[in-house]
């Protein structure tokens, strides 16, 4: 029996079935590079799904993390830790928020700001004006009420009943936006609509978005779960739209591979929440927060031009494959469109065999590969694609 039939034997029988697995295990790896227990070798163009934002194993995060490690892994949020704090300001100073409040995932991140945005308005307000906008065919999480948020119905199943108070926008449609803003405290979107097929929403729309809210004192979150820490970059994709939202929820690579998430508070919001209205027992781990800023400080104006032009060179030569007909998305954040018919999880599958680690969003393959990528591994990474791409 191979390394991996034991590892997966035991997965199947003791751990939930809630995922569909590549039968792969990975066990090791360094920056773009990495192992399965058999031995074989993959580039990762996933980063875990953006989370790995510094690759496997990056010294500089190691150090950050091992440091703290040794001297307090946790104490409550009863107490004050530096790393917090740290981070906390690194992120204002470099976005223009006021005030950090940390989560442990992008569901419980976008959570706070849904509550943060209903507490805002039913201050002011009172009770009535807690309708939340969303996007359709967004993705904001998986707990009941960021299901709720999730503008597909297809996660609208089994769970019932669903929190209330959410509804559903066309990206790009002002008119439906105004139209349904009877009763509304906030509008939520992503600006490039990840687990929806990496669509980036109109620039026009977000800013006649961002208008109309700002003339009805609703609140404007922006969902960066998956775009946030230089994804796309820039530090946070609203920056690129030339926005200034109230609420930024960030979570994937903010930890760069520890459980780490983030609401930043932009001014007409930052004192919303009082002492015990909102509360995490992780949140703020000084050892995530340890790494982020080391994550949050490499990541300066040279990292993230270089960013941009990684995502130029894949562009450039993901359009010669074959069966490509066309790629979409920012940076570091990328979705190819399939010609033929063909299937993106059969082109991941292919990858896998061909020693690339790839996503799907839909009917796309998506690249979401490690923000510190080098040239020689990515071209690895093409090569190995375009023998993907190849076989059909
Ligand atoms: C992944 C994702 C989430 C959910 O994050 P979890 O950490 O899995 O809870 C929310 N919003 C967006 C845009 C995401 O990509």
Redesign the pocket.
């Known amino acids: 029996m191979s390394n991996f039939d034991t590892i997966q034997r035991r997965d199947s029988e003791y751990v939930a079935h809630t995922y569909g697995r590549f039968p792969v295990a990975i066990t090791s790896g360094r920056n773009a590079v990495c192992f399965d227990a058999d031995g074989r070798r993959y580039i990762d163009m996933t980063s875990g799904?953006?989370v790995n934002s510094l690759g496997f194993c990056d010294e500089g995060w190691i150090k950050a993390v091992t440091e703290q490690l040794g001297k307090l892994q946790h104490i409550s949020n009863l107490y004050y830790t530096e790393p917090c704090g740290k981070l906390a300001e690194l992120l204002c100073k470099r976005t223009g928020m006021k005030k950090v409040f940390f989560a442990n995932?992008?569901?419980?991140a976008?959570e706070g700001a849904i509550k943060a945005a209903r507490k805002y308005s039913f201050m002011k307000y009172g009770e009535g004006r807690s309708k939340i906008l969303t996007l359709k065919n967004?993705?904001?999480?998986?707990t009941v009420t960021?299901l709720s948020a999730t503008g597909q119905d297809v996660f609208h199943n089994y769970f019932f009943p669903f929190t209330e108070g959410f509804d559903f926008v066309e990206a790009g449609s002002i008119a439906e936006l105004t139209a349904k803003s009877e009763g509304v405290c906030a509008v939520m979107m992503?600006l490039i609509q990840?687990?929806g097929g990496v669509l980036p929403v109109d620039r026009e729309f977000v800013l006649e978005a961002e208008k109309f809210c700002r003339e009805n004192d609703i609140l404007l979150i922006i969902?960066?779960?998956?775009?946030g820490v230089g994804r796309t970059g820039s530090l946070y994709c609203f920056e690129q739209y030339g926005i200034r939202p109230d609420l930024v929820?960030s979570?994937?690579g903010i930890g760069g591979g520890l459980p780490l998430?983030a609401v930043l508070f932009g001014e007409k919001v930052e004192n919303v929440f009082s002492p015990g209205d909102h509360a995490t027992t992780f949140g703020g781990n000084p050892i995530a927060c340890s790494g982020a800023v080391e994550i949050i400080n490499r990541l300066d104006e040279g990292f993230l031009a270089e960013v941009v032009k990684k995502g130029e060179y894949i562009r450039e030569r993901v359009l010669k494959m074959p069966h490509v007909s066309g790629i979409a998305g920012m940076g570091l954040m990328l979705g190819i469109e399939l010609a033929d018919g063909i299937k993106s999880a059969d082109v991941v599958k292919a990858g896998i065999a061909n020693g690339a680690l790839l996503l799907t969003a839909k009917a796309k393959v998506r690249l979401l590969p490690p923000l510190t990528i080098t040239y020689a591994e990515l071209d690895e990474a093409l090569a190995a694609l375009e023998k993907s791409l190849e076989s059909f």
């Open positions: 799904i953006g995932s992008g569901a419980e976008n967004s993705f904001h999480g998986r960021t992503e990840g687990e969902d960066e779960v998956q775009t929820t979570a994937k998430a």
